[in-house]
């Protein structure tokens, strides 16, 4: 679907209707691009795009995109970022030269700063709609796209953030202990929804992702490393390189093994949000629109700036 008609369709909203198209967990496994491809058939118009939030670059010949995270200072996820980073992602599923993603920050020291909080201070019902609904879509292509997907987390990462990469196939984080990566939410007086909790569960086991979710643990590189939320950790300068082998790796096996295993693996957790939208969405109207949560929200927000000066 060109670009253009896709950010027509997905209009104010933010979200693609469903019936547009299939989501990529029950689509066929693609061919691989190359030799098995009949010849003369031309290649999806994709080779490297960007927006206002969002770099992407795909080398053709190795099935490889490369995202970037480049909206300053802190790459939150507002409602322009996730309606780009939906789109971004829909262009390269659709597009058959590309079998993988590597998804990093073009930003030092921050991968993601989660969730734009200003999203969901004093907004109206009408937005926090639109913003949540962009909020599911995200997640519901990254966690169900059948790419390989490897985060390359390049710095700090929490809550939003956090689900991002736990939402990749891998992860591979900077060893510096300054980076850190968790589900912080309880943090900020608020609380993840069960997508998010069942997206770490299937990372780290319930045991560990129970008491970092209670806590609101940010947890730094080398600890992220232990509890298995992240697979590696490699010096900063070794990132893109380990990345590009791991896909390598991943791509060596043929896709449609490798894309039937992900959907068993994933199925019942994306078949639980899609089942429960319209109730998760309601769910988060009234909790933020509750006058205790928009304080917390303003005092953490305080926090942030305080902290700086
Ligand atoms: C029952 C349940 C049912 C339904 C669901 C209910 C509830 C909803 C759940 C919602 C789930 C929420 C998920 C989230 O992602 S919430 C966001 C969590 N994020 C954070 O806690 C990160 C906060 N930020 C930081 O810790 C630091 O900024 C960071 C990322 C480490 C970078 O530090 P630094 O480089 O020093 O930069 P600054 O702190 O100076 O920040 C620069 C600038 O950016 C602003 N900012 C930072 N993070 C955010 C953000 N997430 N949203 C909006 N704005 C952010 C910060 O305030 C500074 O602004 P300024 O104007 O002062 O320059």
Redesign the pocket.
């Known amino acids: 679907m060109a670009a253009a008609t896709l950010a027509r369709r997905i209009g104010r909203s933010g979200v693609l209707p469903l019936c547009c198209r299939l989501p990529a967990w029950d689509r066929a496994a693609r061919p691989p691009p190359g030799p098995a491809q009949p010849p003369g058939l031309p290649l999806a118009p994709c080779r490297s795009f960007s927006n206002n939030k969002i770099q992407v670059e795909l080398d053709e010949s190795s099935g490889v995109a490369m995202m970037k995270f480049k909206s300053p200072?802190?790459n939150?996820?507002?409602l322009e970022f996730l309606t780009e980073f939906s789109i971004s992602l829909e262009k390269l599923e659709n597009n058959k030269a590309c079998r993988g993603v590597i998804i990093t920050s073009a930003l030092p020291?921050?991968f993601?700063?989660?969730?734009?909080?200003?999203?969901?201070c004093g907004k109206s019902i009408e937005h926090y709609t639109e913003f949540?609904r962009a909020?599911q879509e995200m997640w519901l292509r990254l966690y169900g796209s059948n790419m390989v997907t490897v985060a390359a987390v390049n710095?700090?990462?929490?809550?939003?953030?956090?689900?991002v990469a736990l939402s990749c196939d891998y992860r591979i984080m900077a060893e510096n202990p300054k980076f850190?990566i968790g589900?912080?939410?309880a943090?900020?007086g608020?609380?993840?929804?069960?997508w998010?909790k069942d997206t770490f569960v299937n990372v780290v086991g319930h045991r560990i992702a129970e008491r970092s979710l209670q806590l609101g643990s940010?947890h730094p590189a080398p600890e992220a490393l232990k509890l298995g939320l992240v697979d590696e950790l490699v010096p900063e300068e070794k990132l893109m390189e380990k990345a590009a082998a791991v896909m390598a790796q991943w791509l060596a096996l043929p896709d449609h093994a490798r894309q039937l295993t992900k959907t068993m693996m994933r199925k019942a957790v994306l078949d639980r949000l899609v089942a429960h939208r319209e109730e998760?969405i309601k769910?988060?109207i009234?909790?933020?629109s509750k006058e205790s949560?928009q304080k917390s929200l303003r005092m953490?927000?305080e926090m942030?700036?305080k902290?700086?000066s």
């Open positions: 200072p802190v939150s996820l507002s020291k921050i993601s700063s989660g969730l734009d909080i200003t999203e969901m949540w909020v710095g700090s990462s929490p809550a939003g953030g956090c689900l850190s589900l912080n939410e943090q900020l608020i609380v993840a929804p069960f998010f940010l998760d769910n988060f009234s909790f933020v949560i953490y927000m942030l700036k902290r700086k």
